[in-house]
């Protein structure tokens, strides 16, 4: 069985910084791909950022230059350092991994609530 498990969200000011982490345990053969979803109030879960097991990333468009993703192979974490935060990046924010544990499958934690409010 392999979990995943966040932690790092909170309420927060505009212009305000987090950083969000995800760790990955159980049985885990490899991982590849590791990144973060999130779900704004009453709007579909939408993607944030991605990073490849090398380090190759990928990123929302509305997130572009605030927010940057990086990830720790030998802890099997990813991070989500998110600046200058506005009241849009509200949302419950997911993190996935692509695992092999004798498959390969997609793993989800169970989500931390980023509100940004003044």
């Known amino acids: 069985q392999v979990q995943l498990v966040e932690s790092g969200g909170e309420m927060v000011q505009p212009g305000g910084s987090l950083r969000l982490s995800c760790a990955a345990s159980?049985?885990?053969?490899?991982?590849?791909?590791m990144g973060w979803f999130r779900q704004p109030p009453g709007k579909p879960r939408e993607s944030v950022a991605d990073?490849?097991?090398?380090?190759?990333?990928n990123y929302a468009d509305s997130v572009k230059g605030r927010f940057t993703i990086s990830r720790d192979n030998a802890k099997n974490t990813v991070y989500l350092q998110m600046n200058s935060l506005k009241p849009e990046d509200t949302a419950v924010y997911y993190c996935?991994?692509?695992?092999?544990?004798?498959?390969?499958?997609?793993?989800w934690g169970q989500g931390t609530q980023v509100t940004v409010s003044s």
């Open positions: 996935f991994a692509n695992v092999l544990s004798d498959v390969w499958f997609a793993a």
């Open positions: 159980g049985s885990i053969d490899s991982i590849a791909a």
């Open positions: 990073i490849t097991e090398t380090g190759s990333t």
